[in-house]
Every structure is written in structure tokens, then in C-alpha cells.
């Protein structure tokens, strides 16, 4: 930081000299100085210089004198020194009254000073303060380079920070949660205790005002943002925050490059590395030595037992898909948020866009918890799509007990959506488990014959209703799921009661059997075959739903 009038006058040079006037500007910058030797100085000076003079020019001039300190104060003069006795008997009475309005320092220098010799002292210690500067940017730019040529990295960067500081650094994401973490010491600190939800939360919300009082620098290149360095302390004194900013900067412009050419590395090893899961969810690898192999090159680890789920947005146009597909992969908003709702810092979580939609790997808990996880997430992804009355269907499959076994799951999760697309009017999230009986369905070598079944059983309502352009397979299935219990089918469609019941009339009327029984359990089973069916009818057209 610039040394101050305060600063200069610890100079040895200004030992006999006192501070006459002006006291409310000793924090005011001395950048230069300069002595007066002619009436016209003032077009001479630049900003922040201490003026040396003996008012010579002015002796006889009251006009001048009148008008000299308001006039350093047009000039931005950091301060003014008067050596009297030689040409005026004693500094003015109205320029330190005016010294003391305007804040502006008025130094009486002693008989005996030097001005040439109180010059230069100034020069040299504003000389001396910005040579230290540059060697403290030096000295952080050094160091951390140093880390980053070893390929360190970002909790060596991390620690390393924290201890030229000396103080406590936190990395911190776009959204404000904590990427990494070191105290004082130098020493990691654990991220997601560092910062909380609520205190990420706090953070989003004063970020502006961080970012002004300098609590948050971003880091920064280009266009991109990568996050932000945060310093909830800075020093007392004004030089050392001035020194703190300094190395924060560099530290900004180099955590920047670390950030680009992860950035880089990771996006080529992901292309790779989607396509080694593409193949582990078509099944096409079967060699144990390869997928051991190509896992440790891509740095993968995956932890069992743990279902997959499929994401889908279901929109015609392809356009949209696309993009909402490459938010919910980049916004990290799956793999961001799943680690906080099971409370476990992983970072194994993997989404690759394959058969347009989106599969989750590495999601190590049951399907029931995952099913949860997606229904809360619900609100976010729709935020993605930038849309109204968007659809988007989550389906998840059994648990898989290797990686071997993530073809099959995958295939689950993805009949699960297709099911759920059938059956779900609206956004979804359904688990294989739920329904069960399609894992049976889905072996019948022979379509024809579940397209036999279900015309036998409830062929009339399929015609009824692509005759009549009615819905009652739709309430047919509310039925089913609601237990025949009309009041609860009301309350679910959201429909009147009497329309309920009136629909089911219309149903009985067709010679659908809805009281439980035998009939009735043949009647729930046609209706998951005609679902199944539906789901899949994209591939087989010949059966007319």
C-alpha cells in the first residue's frame, strides 16, 4: 500500500518536524514529492505529492497566500511542508485555519531542514513501499506457480494460500457452496462442515456486498467464472488489506488457469469416459481385466449395490431435449446436490447422455431413497427447461450388485420410464419395484399373446375409447391404483365424485368386472399388459392401442 503523511513523518528526516494543521489528513496518500520554487507550482503538480516549500514565491503576496491551500486541495496535494523563519516570520494564522477545515496537513519544518534531503527520503520510502509490493506479488505468484507446475492440486493450492495469508481460504463454487478448504495453518478443512446449506445460502444472498467489501474475489478467465475465493476476515490495518487484495488477485488469476486446464482434461477424459459406460450399460464389455483396466484410467469409482436412473424430458422438439439435457449434465445439479441430501461427500457420480435421455450411475443407496432424492429434485429441473406444462419422467431401476450387472439395471430404469411415460399424464418419478409384474411381462418371447390377453379382457374399453375419443382406460387405472375406491379417485384426478361413479358405470356397461375377485385380478393384469404395450409401442406398431 502507498505510504501516508503519518508514514513519512517517522522519517528520520522529519524528526524535529510537527504537524501544525490539517491532522484529519494524515491517512492521505504520498505517492511523489516536489519543491517550490516558482508562484505558478500549481500546474506542476500531480496528484498525492508532498509540496516542500518556504513560501518564498509568495513573501509579500497575501493574495497568493490567501488562496494557496484551497488551491493544493484542487491539486488532490497529499500534504504541504513550510519551513519558516527564513523568508516569513511564521506560517499564516488563515492558511492552518483553512489546513484545518479542508484537512489537509500543514507540517512546520525546523530551521535546520533540508528540503533536497526530505525530498528524496520521501521518494525512496514511497520507492521502497512499492518495491515491497511487487515483491510480495512476487513472492505469492512464485509460490503458488511452483504448485501449480507440480501439477499440485487445489487443496495443495488451497493450503498454500491460506498460509501465505494467514488466514482461513475457502474455494467456493458458482453456487456459492464449498469446493475446498484450509485454515491458517495451512491445513485442509472439511469442506461441507466449513460451509453449510445455510451459510452457502447466506453467501448468495450478500454477495454483492462481499464482493464490494473484497470478503469474495471471483475467479476468473474470460468469460468463465469458476467460483470464488473467499476471506471471511481481513486485516485491521489498511496497508495489510491493501497486501492481502494483492495476493488474492494472483491467487484469483492462477487458480483461473488451474480451473482451465482441469477443465480441459476433464472434458476430454469425460468424452472417453462416457463412452466406457455407454458400453457398460449396452453390456457390450464382458472382460473383467478390461473394465478394472479402463476404470483406473478414467479415475472411476463406482460403489455397490446402487440402482441407475434414467432422466427423460418429454418434448417433441429436439432441440429442447438437447438442451435441457446439456444443463442437467453441466449445471451439476444432480451430482451437486446428491452428496447433500445423503450426506456423503462423494464425488462417483456419473450422468451421460446415451438413447436420448440422460443415465445416473454411482449412486450408492436404495431405490427408495434415490426416488426421494428425485422428487425433491423435481422443482429444480424444471426450472432448466425454461417452460410451462413440461413433462419429465425419472425412472429408476433394482439395485445392481457389480458393474456387470449395470446393463440390466440400466434396461430396468429405462423400462420404468417407458412404463411411467404410459401411465403418468404428468412428471414422474417411478422405481422398478413398483412394478414388479412388468419384469414378468417383459419375458413373454411372444407379443401376440399379451395382445390377445388384453383385447379378451378389456378390449371393449380400448374400443370404446378410440371410437368415442373417451379416456376410461385412464380411469380404469385410477380404479386400479385407488382400490376401487371412488372417493379416493376423485380426490387423485381431481375430478367430481358422480363422474367418477359415472365413469365406472360406463365401464361395468362394457363388461369389465370392477369388484375384487378372480375376474377382477385378470382385469389389473390385462391393464399392466396394455401398459407395457403402450410403452413400447414405438418399436411395434402392429398393436393398435
Excluded at 488 to 514: C, D, M
Aim: proline share 4%; with cysteine; glycine share 4%.
Amino acid at each position: 500500500m502507498p505510504a501516508t503523511i503519518g508514514d513519512m513523518l517517522e522519517l528520520p528526516s522529519f524528526a524535529n518536524a510537527k504537524i501544525v494543521a490539517g491532522r484529519d489528513g494524515l491517512h492521505r496518500v504520498v505517492d511523489s514529492a516536489a519543491l517550490m520554487e516558482v508562484p505558478d507550482i500549481f500546474s506542476f503538480l500531480q496528484p498525492n505529492t508532498m509540496l516542500l516549500t518556504t513560501l518564498f514565491p509568495f513573501v509579500n503576496n497575501e493574495s497568493l497566500l490567501e488562496e494557496f491551500i484551497p488551491r493544493l486541495l484542487e491539486c488532490s496535494t497529499a500534504g504541504v511542508c513550510i519551513k519558516p523563519h527564513r523568508y516569513i516570520d511564521a506560517i499564516p494564522r488563515h492558511m492552518l485555519e483553512q489546513a484545518d477545515e479542508l484537512g489537509l496537513p500543514v507540517i512546520e519544518l525546523p530551521p535546520e531542514a533540508n528540503l533536497s534531503t526530505m525530498a528524496n527520503d520521501i521518494l525512496s520510502r514511497s520507492l521502497d513501499e512499492y518495491i515491497a509490493q511487487m515483491q510480495y506479488r512476487n513472492n505469492v505468484h512464485v509460490s503458488l506457480t511452483e504448485l501449480l507446475l507440480k501439477e499440485s492440486g487445489l487443496d495443495e493450492l488451497t493450503e498454500r494460500l491460506a498460509k501465505l495469508l494467514c488466514r482461513n481460504v475457502f474455494i467456493l463454487g458458482k453456487d456459492m457452496s464449498c469446493v475446498c478448504a484450509a485454515n491458517s495453518d495451512g491445513l485442509t478443512l472439511d469442506p461441507m462442515q466449513s460451509i453449510t446449506d445455510d451459510k452457502a445460502e447466506e453467501l448468495r444472498h450478500n454477495k454483492r456486498l462481499l464482493l464490494a467489501d473484497r470478503h469474495l474475489y471471483p475467479i476468473v478467465a474470460g468469460k468463465h467464472r469458476f467460483g470464488y475465493i473467499y476471506t471471511p476476515s481481513r486485516p485491521e490495518r489498511e496497508r495489510d488489506c491493501e497486501n492481502l487484495d494483492i495476493a488474492i488477485e494472483q491467487a484469483g488469476m492462477l487458480f483461473a488457469s488451474f480451473f482451465l486446464k482441469k477443465e480441459a482434461v476433464a472434458k476430454n477424459q469425460k468424452n472417453f469416459r462416457d463412452v466406457f459406460i455407454r458400453d457398460l450399460l449396452k453390456g457390450a464389455l464382458t472382460s473383467p481385466f478390461e473394465i478394472s483396466n479402463k476404470m483406473v484410467a478414467f479415475s472411476m469409482q463406482l460403489d455397490f449395490p446402487q440402482p441407475v436412473a434414467c432422466i427423460k424430458l418429454f418434448d417433441n422438439s429436439e432441440t429442447a431435449r438437447e438442451k435441457f439435457y446439456d444443463l442437467v449434465i453441466n449445471s451439476g445439479i444432480v451430482d451437486g446436490k446428491y452428496p447433500r441430501f445423503t450426506n456423503q461427500h462423494s464425488k462417483h457420480i456419473y450422468l451421460v447422455y446415451y438413447d436420448d435421455l440422460i443415465t445416473v450411475v454411482g449412486c450408492s443407496c436404495s431405490p427408495e431413497k434415490l426416488e426421494t432424492f428425485f422428487l425433491e429434485l423435481l422443482p429444480d429441473l424444471f426450472e432448466l427447461t425454461h417452460a410451462r406444462n413440461v413433462k419429465i419422467g425419472i425412472g429408476i431401476s433394482d439395485q445392481c450388485a457389480s458393474v456387470g450387472d449395470l446393463s440390466t439395471a440400466y434396461r430396468q430404469a429405462k423400462t420404468t420410464l417407458e412404463t411411467g411415460a404410459a401411465l403418468n399424464k404428468q412428471s414422474f418419478v417411478d422405481t422398478y419395484a413398483q412394478r414388479r409384474l412388468f419384469s414378468i411381462i417383459e419375458h413373454v418371447d411372444d407379443r401376440r399373446i399379451l395382445e390377445q390377453f388384453v383385447m379378451s379382457k378389456i378390449g371393449a374399453v380400448i374400443d370404446y375409447d378410440r371410437e368415442n375419443g373417451t379416456d376410461l382406460m385412464e380411469t380404469l387405472g385410477l380404479l386400479i391404483d385407488g382400490e376401487l375406491n371412488y372417493k379416493t379417485v376423485a380426490e387423485r384426478s381431481f375430478v367430481h365424485y358422480n363422474t367418477v361413479r359415472y365413469r365406472a358405470t360406463k365401464i361395468k356397461q362394457l363388461g369389465i368386472p370392477l369388484t375384487p375377485g378372480r375376474d377382477f385380478a385378470e382385469v389389473v393384469v390385462a391393464h399392466d399388459c396394455w401398459i407395457w404395450l403402450k410403452a413400447s409401442e414405438a418399436q411395434h406398431e402392429s398393436f393398435v392401442l
